[in-house]
């Protein structure tokens, strides 16, 4: 157990609807990243928060949007969804004030599927 | 984006034996690297990691070496366990700034360990 965790841990919707994702750093850890994970593209980048601001973006699209919130914890919001947006996604968490500031810890995954 | 899923190299490697997996990363300026576990089903799991000023770094059962000149990585599993079969990750972190920090992942590959 990483400590990380995500709800929900799957998800089936339609398309053009919307869907939050939720997530729970490490304790202790300022950082909170997002990845995409599907079958044709890998482990992909989305977007990293450090303490509430947007520190890092990868390629997460303009219908996608994420943020964190006082309490460290962190959502993904994807709107207007595509067949294509079905995949894991997952977040992961790093930086504690007393931990290394580069090892990133990964939760168990949300599993995306749009029909 | 790499290729995964039916894609992926896969190593076959009877129980007991050493296992080599290798990756070739694409940024000469990364700083950090990190080898994940991946099983079927859940998140990322951290094994090893290695700063770009280290050829290498032994871990339990694990080691993972870096030759920079040719940017290769590559990861040692002593005496491969079944439970070790699962899907393996290199993962480099490009330059970055402050507490900016992404991590980009290679083409993962496929641990099969026999009886």
């Known amino acids: 157990d990483s400590g990380v965790t995500q709800t929900p841990k799957h998800l089936i919707t339609a398309t053009g609807q919307r869907v939050t994702l939720r997530c729970s750093p490490r304790?202790?850890?300022?950082?909170v990243y997002w990845y995409q994970q599907s079958l044709d593209q890998g482990l992909q980048f989305l977007i990293q928060?450090?303490?509430?601001?947007?520190?890092a973006k990868g390629n997460i699209l303009e219908r996608f949007s994420a943020q964190q919130f006082p309490d460290l914890h962190s959502e993904l919001n994807l709107s207007s969804l595509e067949l294509g947006d079905s995949a894991l996604y997952f977040c992961?968490?790093?930086?504690?004030?007393?931990?290394?500031?580069?090892?990133?810890?990964f939760g168990p995954g949300t599993r995306l599927t749009v029909l | 984006g790499e290729s995964v899923g039916l894609h992926l190299p896969t190593l076959s490697v009877q129980e007991g034996d050493n296992s080599i997996i290798n990756c070739a990363y694409s940024?000469?300026?990364?700083?950090?690297f990190i080898w994940y576990k991946q099983e079927s089903g859940k998140g990322p799991q951290f094994i090893i990691d290695?700063?770009?000023?280290?050829d290498k770094r032994q871990g339990q059962r694990v080691t993972v070496l870096l030759n920079k000149t040719v940017k290769h990585l590559s990861l040692q599993i002593a005496a491969t366990q079944p439970g070790d079969s699962a899907v393996y990750f290199c993962?480099?972190?490009?330059?970055?700034?402050?507490?900016?920090?992404?991590?980009?992942f290679g083409t993962g590959t496929r641990l099969q360990v026999t009886l």
């Open positions: 992961a968490s790093s930086g504690g004030v007393f931990t290394s500031t580069d090892t990133q810890y």
């Open positions: 304790s202790g850890d300022l950082s």
């Open positions: 928060y450090y303490n509430g601001e947007e520190r």
């Open positions: 940024n000469s300026a990364s700083d950090y």
């Open positions: 290695i700063r770009s000023n280290m």
């Open positions: 993962a480099e972190r490009p330059p970055h700034t402050g507490t900016a920090s992404k991590l980009t």
